[in-house]
């Protein structure tokens, strides 16, 4: 596997263990909508993950990683700012 697609694949889980580690064990969606600091961060933590899928997407579109498209594309309406 190429180096790159490795470093990417490290930020994706460093990102998800982040998320995890701001959350605890309260994981109520209010809570989080309620706490800009913590609503930031996890927005932060997902442009990152969105955007690693995204470069590794680049380099090999064949590689198969569950809701890649739904991520990137949430990660592409944080940055932009485009409500639903």
Known sequence: MDNKIKKFLSDIKQSIDSIESYLGK?????????????KRA??????IKGEALSRI????PDISIS?????????????HGIVL
């Open 26 to 38: 309260n994981r109520d969606f209010n809570t989080c909508l309620n706490n800009k600091m913590l």
């Open 42 to 47: 996890i927005e932060r933590e997902f442009e």
């Open 67 to 79: 809701g890649k498209k739904r991520i990137i594309s949430i990660r592409n309406r944080v940055i």
């Open 57 to 60: 997407n680049k380099i090999n």
